[in-house]
Nanobody
Framework: QVQLVESGGGLVQAGGSLRLSCAAS????????MGWFRQAPGKEREFVAA????????YYADSVKGRFTISRDGAKNTVYLQMNSLKPEDTAVYYC?????????????????????WGKGTLVTVSS
């Protein structure tokens, strides 16, 4: 069992930056690929970024490539999403997810049906 708790959301002006954190419980953090997803009002959940178990591979949605960076810290059991050059269309609830079977690449391909561990989300609002 893994519990995920997101933090770091808030209100920011367009062009600004935020760093989201996702703290994972348990002692097997390194066995999980981690991902960030988001859901805007009235829209379906979409993939944002994912990182492999080792941290050596990262994947991004085209809409955030070059602006967002995902990373993980095994010592702190935490995955981060650094978001720069934020745009109003980045406004959404951001969710952290973890899975031992689904790879980071699969997350990026939308293969999330079997994923069991999700956080409750943190709201990011970007004003124009």
């Amino acid at each position: 069992q893994v519990q995920l708790v997101e933090s770091g959301g808030g209100l920011v002006q367009a062009g600004g930056s935020l760093r989201l954190s996702c703290a994972a419980s348990g002692r097997t953090f390194s066995r999980y690929a981690m991902g960030w997803f988001r859901q805007a009002p009235g829209k379906e959940r979409e993939f944002v970024a994912a990182i492999s178990r080792s941290g050596g591979f990262t994947y991004y949605a085209d809409s955030v490539k070059g602006r967002f960076t995902i990373s993980r810290d095994g010592a702190k059991n935490t995955v981060y999403l650094q978001m720069n050059s934020l745009k109003p269309e980045d406004t959404a609830v951001y969710y952290c997810a973890a899975d031992r079977i689904t790879t980071a690449q699969a997350m990026g391909a939308g293969q999330t049906d079997g994923m069991n561990y999700w956080g409750k989300g943190t709201l990011v609002t970007v004003s124009s």
